[in-house]
């Protein structure tokens, strides 16, 4: 039966209305609410007479914007408030709205502006944010009268004044914008610890104590909503954005695709989780940044749509313990706000770069300036960088090696860096390549020492701890979605008679990836605890990366076999993950001078006539 001229007329000027109101708010959003109706129809390639067909006029086309923004951020809001008790409700939607205005993204920047037009002086916009002003005034007293009902919330308080306290403050806070982020943060948190004092929680059941030794593998409440934010994050954007990577070899060709799943990470309140909250983050320790380097596994974009990826969030931990004010706001701030990347040169082609004090690369006093020569390659991604933080010989004192090097800051646009060529890696391809960098009388100011001098090797070491786990588990994260496609294929394939999965001896392939699973993530988990808590962690460290590294490759290579041909076709992601795995016992140092250091620990214990047991995880 075919559809009515009419009723086709109808929905496809629907479509073409509802075209028209995108355009407007990206080229709102990015220009401000003063762009030209000319600009909103090229956008959308239709003449501004269409425009004018289905707004009436430009204050009509901002109206609509603002009608569509607003139902945006309320679908947002009622859908992370739409779960548990009346206050678990109330004060879910006071840390989504906050999280939401304080993300700076583009489209909040927008709602913000209309907002305040709305209070003042835009008259076409005043019903509209009166009528939103009061769905919200009703929706948050039916929150507190929801508390009040399920016993969450004190029955001696006037559930309208609640409702309205919460409200007004939350309109007071959009007035706050243009303050600095870290007081927009500690005013939410002071506001919200009030309202927790107000509505104090009924008692809980006591917990049973912790099984015997004190071990606990709960992970925190808070700690849960960040990943399951996370996991919708990837989920709902990150794998979607996939589809639009015109060129995984290159990644920069789509920088827009990451630009915009970083302002979804900001809007979800999830971006940069890694730093603190004074630089935009959210201030989440080592371990629980395991947890997120698992999740973020799965997918490159992942880490690149938080601006938790390699080599900027090592360099940013870097900068954390080193850098002076002066190089923090110099260097950090654009990395924590995205608007640079970095790279961290160090591997040389010349050297067995595994015994870092073999560096050739020299950096040399020369009145207030350094000079530095030499050749770096393998330096994840210097194309487009705007700055390496590069390790370089800085004395000649042969008793004590590893105190003759330092690390120096050098913006990438200094006469004398050059990218010699990109030579052919295996494996996945990150933002801005792997290349071979010359140095030759590269000159910066002696303050751009990074921390002290013949310091390079402490700090550095400082850095790759939290490196290793991350990487480490990330690897998982990739292993875990190896092993889902791998459980899958055996249940969907036959052959001789049967379904694949009812096969023994690719049932032993599954059971043994999944031990592999099982030992790796405890081994990180349990690292990280360590380092997070101040404790001993070299060994683990090495341990971990050095066995997680190594599952990963046998992980992939089950699936790899299983999946026939398919396996070793670039259709599917199973044979680009065969080669990062066969990269992995390289990068961040080789799984044989891993080993060397493991086993130094163990025999220097037995000299000692001490048992191995501390060089084991310390766990006995």
């Known amino acids: 039966m075919s559809t009515p001229p009419a009723t086709a007329r109808a929905t496809a000027a629907e479509q073409t209305r509802a075209r028209l109101i995108e355009a407007a708010i990206a080229r709102f959003a990015a220009d401000g609410p003063g762009a030209s109706f000319e600009q909103v129809a090229a956008d959308v390639g239709v003449t501004k007479g269409a425009l004018y067909h289905h707004f009436g006029s430009k204050d009509g086309l901002v109206e609509a914007v603002y009608r569509e923004a607003i139902q945006r951020h309320a679908a947002r809001v009622v859908d992370a408030s739409a779960t548990g008790t009346g206050a678990e409700r109330l004060l879910a939607l006071i840390d989504s709205s906050a999280r939401l205005y304080t993300s700076r993204t583009p489209f909040y920047g927008l709602l913000i502006q209309l907002h305040l037009q709305a209070a003042t002086n835009r008259r076409s916009l005043v019903d509209i944010g009166r009528r939103v002003q009061r769905r919200q005034r009703e929706h948050m007293i039916a929150l507190a009268q929801l508390g009040q009902r399920d016993g969450s919330i004190r029955?001696?308080?006037?559930?309208?004044?609640?409702?309205?306290?919460?409200?007004?403050?939350?309109?007071?806070?959009?007035?706050?914008?243009?303050?600095?982020?870290?007081?927009?943060?500690?005013?939410?948190?002071?506001?919200?610890?009030?309202?927790q004092e107000m509505i104090p929680p009924p008692m809980s059941t006591p917990t049973a104590p912790p099984a015997a030794g004190g071990i606990d593998f709960t992970i925190p409440a808070e700690l849960q909503e960040l990943l399951r934010r996370v996991n919708a994050f990837i989920e709902e954007d990150?794998?979607?954005?996939?589809?639009?990577?015109?060129?995984?070899?290159?990644?920069?060709?789509?920088?827009?695709?990451?630009?915009?799943?970083?302002?979804?990470?900001?809007?979800?309140?999830?971006?940069?989780?890694?730093?603190?909250?004074?630089?935009?983050?959210?201030?989440?320790?080592?371990?629980?940044?395991?947890?997120?380097?698992?999740?973020?596994?799965?997918?490159?974009?992942?880490?690149?749509?938080?601006n938790a990826m390699a080599p900027d969030e090592g360099n940013m931990h870097t900068?954390?313990?080193?850098?002076?004010?002066?190089?923090?706001?110099?260097?950090?701030?654009?990395l924590a706000e995205g608007a640079a990347r970095s790279c961290f040169a160090m591997t040389e082609p010349d050297v067995a770069s595994s015994d870092p004090t073999n560096l050739q690369t020299t950096a040399v006093r020369d009145g207030d300036e350094w000079v530095l020569n030499g050749t770096k390659w393998c330096i994840t991604g210097a194309e487009g960088a705007a700055f390496a933080i590069v390790v370089a010989k800085t004395g000649t004192s042969e008793p004590t090696k590893h105190r003759d090097y330092s690390l120096i800051l050098v913006p990438c646009d200094t006469p004398g860096w050059e990218i010699e060529r990109h030579p052919e890696w295996m494996g996945s391809h990150s933002p801005g390549g792997h290349p071979i960098i010359t140095l030759k009388d590269v000159r910066v100011p002696l303050g751009n020492l990074l921390g002290q001098e013949g310091e390079g090797f402490v700090i550095a070491q400082k850095r790759l701890a939290g490196g290793r786990l991350a990487h480490a588990m990330r690897w998982i994260g990739v292993s875990q979605r190896a092993l889902d496609m791998t459980s899958r294929r055996l249940l969907e394939r036959k052959a001789f008679g049967k379904e694949l999965a009812r096969h023994q001896g690719l049932q032993f392939m599954i059971a043994d990836s999944a031990m592999d699973l099982y030992a790796s993530r405890l081994m990180v988990l349990h690292t990280a605890w360590k380092v997070e808590n101040g404790l001993p962690y070299r060994q683990e460290v090495a341990m971990t990366k050095t066995f997680v590294s190594e599952a990963f490759g046998r992980i992939v290579d089950r699936a790899v076999q299983i999946h026939g041909a398919a396996g070793i076709a670039m259709d599917l992601p199973i044979a680009r993950w065969y080669q990062d795995a066969r990269a992995a016992r390289i990068y961040d140092g080789a799984s044989e001078v891993h080993r060397m250091v493991i086993a130094r620990e163990c025999l220097k214990l037995a000299m000692q006539g001490q048992s191995t047991t501390t060089a084991t995880g310390d766990l006995g």
């Open 155 to 195: 029955a001696d308080l006037d559930a309208e004044a609640l409702g309205l306290t919460v409200n007004a403050a939350l309109d007071g806070f959009l007035v706050q914008q243009f303050e600095p982020a870290a007081a927009q943060r500690r005013w939410v948190a002071g506001f919200r610890s009030l309202i």
């Open 238 to 306: 990150v794998l979607p954005a996939e589809l639009e990577i015109t060129d995984p070899e290159d990644i920069l060709t789509s920088w827009d695709v990451v630009d915009r799943l970083r302002d979804k990470a900001r809007e979800r309140g999830i971006y940069t989780p890694h730093l603190p909250e004074e630089w935009g983050g959210l201030g989440v320790g080592i371990l629980g940044m395991s947890l997120i380097n698992q999740a973020c596994g799965v997918s490159g974009l992942a880490s690149l749509g938080l």
């Open 319 to 334: 900068l954390l313990i080193a850098a002076t004010p002066e190089q923090l706001e110099e260097y950090l701030r654009p």
